[in-house]
């Protein structure tokens, strides 16, 4: 990953609009809104999601074009964000000039099981652990129409040295935007 050696990154930004459901961050559930269960997808379908958000973003912050990525969201999303504030929301990722190429070829690691909100979100909470910088993810998603849209997006670059494992990172700086403490999970 590019990073400068004196500059601490200084980023969790957090795309959240969609995710202001009450039982959010408690995920207890597996129902979708129609009340059927709803199961989770493979474990392959998991990292594509990941994988192609985290790329899709990468890719709007190389080019400060946030249109495509926008695209790509639920209709609350894009209601409540539009390409300029995302634009805004990742600046300090871009001002960081944090590469998140190498996540095409390292594999997540979730870090809480993958569950539906009672009101059919996805959540998906994990890293990757690469070095220098771990990238920390929070993302939820929702099927409508047979596609996976993005519901939410948390990203939290954290700096680790080859010494010091993964668990024990620790944050180099964060930049709140729009979850409020409540909605947070536990990190």
């Not at 920390?136 to 929702?142: L, V």
Request: aromatic share 4%.
């Amino acid at each position: 990953m590019r990073s400068h050696p004196k500059q601490k990154i200084a980023a969790l930004v957090a795309l959240a609009i969609a995710l202001t459901t009450p039982g959010l961050t408690q995920a207890q559930t597996s129902a979708a809104p129609s009340g059927i269960a709803a199961p989770v997808p493979q474990p392959e379908t998991l990292v594509i999601l990941i994988r192609t958000t985290l790329i899709a973003l990468n890719q709007a912050n190389q080019t400060g074009n946030y249109a495509i990525f926008h695209g790509l969201a639920t209709a609350g999303f894009q209601a409540s964000s539009t390409a300029d504030k995302l634009n805004q929301s990742f600046a300090p990722l871009r001002s960081a000039n944090l590469d998140l190429s190498p996540i095409a070829v390292v594999t997540p690691e979730l870090t809480q099981a993958p569950a539906f909100t009672k009101d059919g979100v996805l959540r998906l909470t994990g890293r990757f652990p690469t070095l220098p910088v771990q990238i920390n993810f929070d993302m939820a998603f929702q099927q409508i129409a047979g596609r996976w849209l993005i519901a939410g997006l948390a990203v939290d670059p954290v700096q680790v040295t080859a010494a010091a494992p993964a668990e024990i990172a620790k944050p180099v700086g964060r930049t709140a935007n729009q979850i409020p403490p409540d909605k947070k999970k536990a990190q």
